[in-house]
């Protein structure tokens, strides 16, 4: 009998509680597969994420028993960051993914993306069934966080037919070096990465995903579509600067 993989969801979040909670953090316990870790780290964030998972755990007590949930925090502060030159996130990241996981697939997730219910799922089959492949990514629905509050209404809107299109990285930062795509679209093989050693940038990180995947690209080709309808990308006006407006409406 074919033994079902591990995986690894590392969720960063930045001082967007609500969101993380309503969307990120709840797909992944609405997932219809089980076999998951789910670890939580700051990117320089004043936000506790003992205190998120404790409150949301709180409130949604139907979920206990349901996966494994850690939380790391970086001690570090957005002014350090800055000062710095570069968040701390990537050493934290490879840091949870050789020495506090055995996992079989890793991913990304962004506090204000979410997880398809059927993705985990799926995930795991295609990397069954495709042992030569190392590193993939997958389909999204493309939504805006100010229509929607929380993983349910998502769940009820119409899921594209075919690859979105968005430039998601249309904000003038590097784009990804394998395909134009978010950060949280690829997965890939735990082992390979450790093996390879095809780790995050640190202990500065700066183009976390851009890094990463020109990493991946060099040392393993082209990524490839496994044409899963996975996540839904959050997309509105303020993508990567202040968010104030997201700030006011999703955090009150």
């Known amino acids: 009998?074919?033994?079902?993989?591990?995986?690894?969801?590392?969720?960063?979040?930045?001082?967007?509680?609500?969101?993380?909670?309503?969307?990120?953090?709840?797909?992944?316990?609405?997932?219809?597969?089980?076999?998951?870790?789910?670890?939580?780290?700051?990117?320089?964030?004043?936000?506790?994420?003992?205190?998120?998972?404790?409150?949301?755990?709180?409130?949604?007590?139907h979920y206990n028993g349901r996966g494994k949930v850690k939380v790391i925090a970086t001690g570090d502060s957005l002014e350090e960051k800055e000062k710095r030159g570069g968040s701390l996130f990537g050493s934290f990241a490879n840091t949870a993914i050789e020495k506090h996981s055995n996992a079989d697939i890793c991913l990304m997730l962004c506090d204000d993306d979410a997880l398809h219910k059927n993705y985990l799922k799926e995930l795991n089959s295609y990397y069954l069934e495709n042992s030569e492949v190392i590193y993939s990514y997958c389909r999204v629905a493309i939504y805006n966080p100010l229509d929607h509050e929380n993983i349910f209404e998502l769940q009820k809107i119409h899921l594209l037919d075919e690859p979105s299109e968005h430039p998601l990285n249309a904000s003038g930062s590097i784009p990804n070096a394998c395909c134009l795509v978010d950060a949280s679209q690829v997965s890939w093989r735990r082992d390979?990465?450790?093996?390879?050693?095809?780790?995050?940038?640190?202990?500065?990180?700066?183009?976390?995903?851009?890094?990463?995947?020109?990493?991946?690209?060099?040392?393993?080709?082209?990524?490839?579509?496994?044409?899963?309808?996975?996540?839904?990308?959050?997309?509105?006006?303020?993508?990567?600067?202040?968010?104030?407006?997201i700030y006011k409406i999703l955090e009150t």
């Open 1 to 61: 009998m074919i033994k079902d993989l591990k995986i690894e969801i590392l969720l960063f979040y930045y001082d967007r509680p609500k969101m993380a909670s309503n969307f990120a953090i709840a797909s992944v316990f609405e997932s219809h597969y089980t076999n998951w870790e789910l670890t939580l780290i700051d990117d320089s964030s004043n936000q506790d994420g003992e205190k998120i998972v404790k409150e949301f755990k709180e409130k949604n007590p």
């Open 192 to 245: 390979s990465f450790l093996k390879d050693k095809i780790f995050f940038d640190f202990p500065l990180t700066s183009n976390l995903d851009a890094d990463l995947y020109q990493k991946m690209s060099d040392k393993w080709g082209d990524c490839k579509e496994n044409k899963i309808l996975g996540q839904y990308k959050a997309v509105f006006t303020d993508q990567l600067g202040s968010r104030d407006q």
